[in-house]
Structure formats: C-alpha cells, structure tokens
C-alpha cells in the first residue's frame, strides 16, 4: 500500500508541473548592466505591479553619484481571466561619474522601496576585461558526488546571457566511460543577479559511468559570438562583439564497483525502486476463456531507463498471457531523475477454480544503505468461474458391484440347464427372423447416426455463422460450445486437436479480444472450411452388408 501510494504521489507531482518560479516584488530595481565603465550610458529601470502616478518618482537621491537624464514612464493594463492587472514602469537613463564602487539608493514610490543595488563602475581600460564576463557566464553542479558503476547522476548547467548571443553553442559535459544524455528540454525564465536581469538558461544532462574509480567530468562548454551596444557620452552609440568560449567547470566523482555477491542480471542500483500491480477493474473473479488485462509499473530512481530490467512472470499451466510491448521512458522531477517501465499483458484462464498467480519480484542494489532489496507484488488468489456459455457433458459415475460368497448347492446347475434350453429357443428364434431383425437395427442406427450428425451440423453452423459477423466477441461465444460438442473431455480452447491453421484462427481471435484490437475472420472461415472438407474426406464409405 506504501509504494502505490509513493507511485501515486510521484505521478500527481510530475502532471501538476511543479517547479522553480521567479515571482516580481511589488516595486523592483534593476540596472541593464553591471559593471558599468566611466562615459557609459546604462538605464535603471523601477517597475511597480500598481497603476501609478509617473511624477511619483523622484530621482534627487541619485545625482550625487550620476548624471540623471529625463525618466520615460509606460503604464499598462491587462484583463486576463477575470482578473484586472496593471503596471507602471520608469527607464531612467545613467551615466557613472567616476569609478569604484557606487550604491544606487533605494527608492522610495507610493508607501513602497526599492532594494539598494552595488554597482561597479569602471575606467576604459578594465572595461574590455569584464565585459564578456559579466554579461555571459555558466554555473554547473551535480547530484551525487559519489555513485555506482551504473547509477545515473543528473549534471545541471545554468546559463545566464545579459546581451545578445549570436551562434551560441553548448556542448554537453563528457567523461571516459559514461553514457551521456540530455534530459527534456531547457528551461527558461528572468533573473536578477546582482540587479541586473538576464536570461537564465538550465539544462541538464544524465551521466551514467561505466567505469569504477575516482574520474573527473569535464564541464559544459559554451561558444558563440556576444554583442552589446553601448552609448558613450555625447549619446554616440557603438557596438561591442565578442567571441565566446566559456566552460562551466571540471567535477571530480568518485564512482564505486558493483559488489561482487551480485550476478550482472540483478544489478539495479537505485536510491528507492517501487513496484506496483493493477488487475483491470480491480476483479477479484475471472470467467473461463475472457480475457483480462494485468499492468505492472515499475519505478526507479536515479536510474536510466535502459537499466529498468523486465519483469518475469510465473504462471501456472492453466492461463496463457499475451503480452503487450512494454512502455519505457524517463523524467525528472524537482532534480531527481526517475525511469519507468509499464508491462501489461492480457491473461486468460483455462481452467474453473482457484488460481493462485504467484508473486512477482524485482531484485535491486540500496545505493543509499549498500544492501540488496526486493520491490515485490504479492501474490495474489483469485477465482474463475465457469463460462456460463460452454456447455458441459456429464462424466457418469459407475458404480462398483460386490458379491458375497456362500455355498452354491445344486441350483446352479439346475439354473444352467434352464439357461441352455432358453438359449436353444432364442437362437431359433432370431435364425426366423434374421433378415428382418438386421434390417431395423440398420435402420434405427442410422437414425440415431443422424440426429447426431444434425446436431453437430448445427453447432458448425452456428459458429460459421458468427465468425461471419467479423464481431470478435459474437464468434468466441459460438467458439465455446462448438468445442465442447466435439470434444466434451477436453479443457481449454488450446488443447484441441484441430489443424494447425485453425489453431492460429483461434489464437488470433484470443488475442485481438484480449487486447480490443480489429479482427479480420478470413483466417477463421478458410480454417473452419479446410477442417471440415478434410472431416469428410476421412468418413469411410458405409459397409454393406451381404
């Protein structure tokens, strides 16, 4: 019960989208770049989520440190939802009147402030060193630090770009030995660090190592071209282009060999595997030959879905099952990778009674304790009714007959005398009437002969004519009684000696019932056709009698 419910909550957290969010504070502060150098126009842009009055910004506290060109203000209203929303932005224009460290002041707009923001101002000369730096620059961290030889280890990159990129290009972590793979896509959203906003790009990457020891993963690297206009004093603008190339830094991981009391096959390494079962419509009975759908999901985390192993199923000889490819796939989750496999396939019991499916188990390694477990589905008993459809003939019992022992006297012999007089007379009797006497035992086996065959005959017709229906369902019910007519002893539609094109016909029309797939009767027809002309080519011609 523990692990569906662990299943169902991962699956509700992963549909609800959950995930990292930038939300605005109600009045905000932000530069367009930082550092600034002496002579360079920047804009400080105050946005509030109020509609405002624009002259309630005053901009005195800063002509101490800059020279202060005229603010532009934009307001804005929007109707989404039902909901009301409006705006007021100021872009004020900046330019640094020395170099160093500068504070630009909080500012203070209807009852609400700003943040401080610590800026730096540069001379032209230490400009060209930080430029590229400041505007484009990476971050990388990793999950575990340390792992198994097969266990997955999600690599993080963020990217933040504060100007225009031109041909950018990043190029996914390596390592010696490892399966390397971009999970999903990028995610994109608005930042601000140290008050200036960029574009912050997260991409990540699935490295699973091959190879024990202590490695070193080798960062992402980023190329392309920046380009950033800037003005100088005077208002004249000029256009800055740099080439690129930046990586996010080498990580050193170690990664730990397999325990050698574990066999290849079994090793699943994971921090929590979960295995859960689902008996379609939550059935408790089965009915003889209906099919029914059975799904198994496997969850494991941090682990790639190639190393999901598939699920081994024992069942008894009396149900057969039709297996469904298997759906395989992989996310992630506020960090966590997690693989899936989901099997089902459609069973089919044979037999009336109580059957037992047997419990099913996944062995798999605790990275986290450093002990073998099991994630198990317990068995399960269930019971098959009989198909109300199938007629069934009864097996008659014999009674055993008993004899005593006692002292035969002379009556059995005086019963023997009596016995060959009656026996004289009687086969006088049938030499008169042996020509009459052969003549109506012909006749009456003939006419029990063809009730039977009549029968029979209406028992094939009536399955001919519900495979022409082409309706799955409708021919599986006349299939029933058809089998049961000419092989009363017989349990289980698998076991009849029929052709072996016929016996295709009927496993096709068990699995396309069993997995509600069309079915074409062609087959069925052709089969049943063939069947009976061979029937009536082995009838042997009738004896006649001399």
Same mark, same amino acid.
Request: aromatic content about 8%.
């Given at each position: 019960?523990?692990?569906?419910?662990?299943?169902?909550?991962?699956?509700?957290?992963?549909?609800?989208?959950?995930?990292?969010?930038?939300?605005?504070?109600?009045?905000?502060?932000?530069?367009?770049?930082?550092?600034?150098?002496?002579?360079?126009?920047?804009?400080?842009?105050?946005?509030?989520?109020?509609?405002? @009055?624009?002259?309630?910004?005053?901009?005195?506290?800063?002509?101490?440190?800059?020279?202060?060109?005229?603010?532009?203000?934009?307001?804005?209203?929007?109707?989404?939802? %039902? #909901?009301?929303?409006?705006? #007021?932005?100021?872009?004020?224009?900046?330019?640094?009147?020395?170099?160093?460290?500068?504070?630009?002041?909080?500012?203070?707009?209807?009852?609400?402030?700003?943040?401080? /923001?610590?800026?730096?101002?540069?001379?032209?000369?230490?400009?060209?060193?930080?430029?590229?730096?400041?505007?484009?620059?990476?971050?990388? =961290?990793?999950?575990?630090?340390?792992?198994?030889?097969?266990?997955?280890?999600?690599?993080?990159?963020?990217?933040?770009?504060?100007?225009?990129?031109?041909?950018?290009?990043?190029?996914?972590?390596?390592?010696?030995?490892?399966?390397?793979?971009?999970?999903?896509?990028?995610?994109?959203?608005?930042?601000?660090?140290?008050?200036?906003?960029?574009?912050?790009?997260?991409?990540?990457?699935?490295?699973?190592?091959?190879?024990?020891? @202590?490695?070193?993963?080798?960062?992402?690297?980023?190329?392309?071209?920046?380009?950033? #206009?800037?003005?100088?004093?005077?208002?004249?603008?000029?256009?800055?282009?740099?080439?690129?190339?930046?990586?996010?830094?080498?990580?050193?991981?170690?990664?730990?060999?397999?325990?050698?009391?574990?066999?290849?096959?079994?090793?699943?390494?994971?921090?929590?595997?979960?295995?859960?079962? &689902?008996?379609? @419509?939550?059935?408790?009975?089965?009915?003889?030959?209906?099919?029914?759908?059975?799904?198994?999901?496997?969850?494991?985390?941090?682990? %790639?879905?190639?190393?999901?192993?598939?699920?081994?199923?024992?069942?008894?000889?009396?149900?057969?099952?039709?297996?469904?490819?298997?759906?395989?796939?992989?996310?992630?989750? &506020?960090?966590?990778?997690?693989?899936?496999?989901?099997?089902?396939?459609?069973?089919?019991?044979?037999?009336?009674?109580?059957?037992?499916?047997?419990?099913?188990?996944?062995?798999?390694?605790?990275?986290? #304790?450093?002990?073998?477990?099991?994630?198990?589905?317990?068995?399960?008993?269930?019971?098959?009714?009989?198909?109300?459809?199938?007629?069934?003939?009864? /097996?008659?019992?014999? &009674?055993?007959?008993?004899?005593?022992?006692?002292?035969?006297?002379?009556?059995?012999?005086?019963?023997?005398?009596?016995?060959?007089?009656?026996?004289?007379?009687?086969?006088?009797?049938?030499?008169?009437?042996?020509?009459?006497?052969?003549?109506?035992?012909?006749?009456?086996?003939?006419?029990?002969?063809?009730?039977?065959?009549?029968?029979?005959?209406?028992?094939?017709?009536?399955?001919?004519?519900?495979?022409?229906?082409? @309706?799955?369902?409708?021919?599986?019910?006349?299939?029933?009684?058809?089998?049961?007519?000419?092989?009363?002893?017989?349990?289980?539609?698998?076991?009849?000696?029929?052709?072996?094109?016929?016996?295709?016909?009927?496993?096709?029309?068990?699995?396309?019932?069993?997995?509600?797939?069309?079915? &074409?009767?062609?087959?069925?027809?052709?089969?049943?056709?063939?069947?009976?002309?061979?029937?009536? =080519?082995?009838?042997?011609?009738?004896?006649?009698?001399?």
């Amino acid at each position: 019960m523990k692990q569906a419910i662990k299943i169902v909550t991962y699956v509700l957290l992963v549909w609800c989208g959950l995930g990292a969010s930038y939300s605005w504070a109600a009045l905000q502060a932000s530069v367009s770049q930082n550092p600034v150098y002496v002579g360079e126009i920047f804009t400080l842009e105050v946005a509030s989520d109020k509609s405002l @009055d624009p002259d309630e910004l005053s901009t005195k506290e800063l002509e101490a440190s800059f020279d202060v060109f005229r603010p532009s203000v934009s307001r804005q209203k929007s109707y989404v939802n %039902g #909901t009301l929303t409006s705006s #007021t932005r100021w872009t004020i224009s900046l330019l640094a009147k020395q170099a160093g460290q500068v504070i630009i002041p909080p500012l203070t707009i209807a009852g609400e402030t700003t943040q401080p /923001i610590k800026l730096t101002v540069l001379d032209e000369k230490q400009q060209a060193n930080h430029q590229q730096a400041d505007d484009v620059w990476m971050e990388s =961290s990793v999950s575990h630090n340390q792992v198994y030889v097969g266990q997955q280890l999600i690599y993080t990159v963020d990217l933040y770009i504060g100007a225009m990129l031109e041909n950018a290009n990043l190029q996914a972590p390596s390592l010696t030995g490892a399966q390397v793979v971009q999970l999903g896509s990028d995610e994109k959203q608005m930042v601000v660090k140290n008050g200036v906003k960029y574009q912050k790009i997260t991409r990540k990457f699935a490295i699973t190592p091959k190879q024990a020891g @202590d490695v070193t993963i080798t960062g992402a690297r980023l190329t392309g071209e920046l380009y950033k #206009t800037v003005a100088t004093n005077g208002f004249r603008s000029r256009t800055v282009r740099q080439v690129v190339d930046i990586n996010s830094g080498d990580v050193t991981l170690k990664v730990k060999a397999k325990p050698s009391e574990i066999k290849d096959k079994d090793w699943l390494v994971s921090s929590e595997v979960l295995l859960s079962e &689902q008996l379609q @419509d939550d059935a408790v009975n089965l009915t003889v030959g209906q099919p029914i759908t059975r799904t198994f999901t496997l969850i494991a985390t941090n682990t %790639g879905e190639q190393a999901l192993p598939k699920i081994a199923f024992n069942y008894p000889a009396s149900v057969r099952i039709y297996p469904d490819k298997d759906e395989v796939s992989s996310f992630i989750h &506020q960090g966590t990778a997690f693989a899936q496999r989901i099997s089902s396939h459609a069973i089919i019991a044979e037999q009336a009674g109580e059957l037992v499916l047997p419990e099913v188990s996944v062995p798999w390694w605790n990275s986290e #304790t450093d002990k073998l477990e099991y994630a198990i589905v317990p068995a399960r008993t269930i019971q098959v009714l009989p198909n109300p459809n199938a007629s069934e003939t009864p /097996i008659p019992s014999v &009674q055993p007959t008993t004899t005593q022992g006692s002292s035969p006297g002379f009556w059995p012999y005086t019963t023997l005398l009596f016995a060959l007089l009656w026996l004289a007379t009687l086969a006088l009797w049938l030499y008169q009437r042996h020509g009459q006497g052969i003549n109506a035992a012909t006749q009456s086996a003939k006419g029990k002969s063809a009730k039977r065959h009549a029968h029979i005959d209406n028992v094939d017709k009536a399955l001919v004519v519900a495979v022409k229906t082409n @309706d799955p369902r409708q021919a599986w019910q006349a299939l029933q009684p058809w089998a049961q007519h000419h092989w009363p002893n017989i349990n289980g539609v698998s076991q009849l000696p029929v052709s072996a094109e016929l016996q295709l016909a009927i496993q096709e029309l068990e699995l396309c019932i069993a997995k509600n797939q069309p079915w &074409q009767n062609q087959a069925m027809l052709a089969a049943l056709k063939q069947s009976k002309q061979r029937s009536a =080519s082995a009838t042997l011609p009738p004896m006649n009698p001399t």
